[in-house]
């Protein structure tokens, strides 16, 4: 039962333009939402995350939007450049009444190629 | 500091042997997480500890998997026997706390092949 889906294994952008990458949730208790980025032979790293209070946030060519009646976030990249070529992990996690956090829940990664 | 220090990078191992894979997390981090990554269901955290405490160990797949923490600086991952199905690539990451998800930091993961 995959919480969190990304539905796209791949996408492939031309350098310049805009990537898009999309995500959807299930578990209507999430409320914080990251994205990771992942190259070949290395372990993922932090990219940009949101939190449910905002609909958007950005941080340089990236930023993410946050649907949260459609349950649905996604991430913009302008201007695309061949250095984004990774793979991106959407991630999603719960604030518990404890005071403490759901582990983070992850998608199956959509594959970004930006070619020249 | 080095980072997220794992080994091996790659192992081949026949279906029934034991594998063990290490994992040394940031120095000063108290939390240390372990996930697998299939292209099935992507990254899945498998258990995690809290100062060298198991914490949720919930997403470990079956008995055949156990992880230790002896020592802040060092963790275990131990698959025996292991299975085909097992074959993944396995990531070790630790943070300075559990709410701190922005500053998880992963190792460069242990790609395993059970043959």
């Known amino acids: 039962d995959q919480q969190v889906k990304q539905n796209s294994p791949s996408l492939s952008v031309q350098e310049g333009r805009i990537s898009i990458l999309n995500c959807d949730y299930t578990?209507?208790?999430?409320?914080?939402f990251l994205w990771y980025k992942k190259y070949p032979a290395e372990g993922p790293t932090f990219l940009i995350s949101i939190s449910s209070i905002k609909d958007k946030n950005e941080d340089g060519r990236f930023t993410v939007f946050l649907n949260k009646s459609a349950k649905h976030l996604s991430l913009h990249i302008v201007p695309s450049q061949p250095g984004d070529s990774a793979v991106y992990f959407c991630?999603?996690?719960?604030?518990?009444?404890?005071?403490?956090?759901?582990?983070?829940?992850f998608g199956t990664g959509t594959r970004l190629q930006v070619t020249l | 500091d080095a980072g997220v220090i794992q080994s091996p990078r790659h192992e081949v191992t026949e279906m029934g042997q034991e594998v063990t894979l290490r994992c040394k997390p940031i120095?000063?981090?108290?939390?240390l997480f372990w996930y697998r990554q299939t292209m099935m269901r992507g990254l899945e955290l498998l258990i995690y500890?809290?100062?060298?405490?198991?914490?949720?160990d919930s997403g470990m797949p079956e008995d055949r998997f156990s992880a230790k923490m002896p020592n802040a600086s060092f963790s275990t991952l131990k698959i025996q026997p292991s299975e085909p199905r097992d074959s993944a690539v396995y990531f070790c990451a630790s943070s300075p706390g559990a709410l701190t998800y922005n500053e998880q930091f992963f190792g460069p993961g242990t790609r395993l092949t059970v043959l």
């Open positions: 991630a999603a996690l719960a604030h518990l009444n404890t005071g403490t956090a759901s582990k983070l829940t």
């Open positions: 500890f809290n100062n060298n405490v198991p914490i949720d």
């Open positions: 578990n209507s208790m999430f409320d914080y």
């Open positions: 120095s000063g981090h108290d939390y």
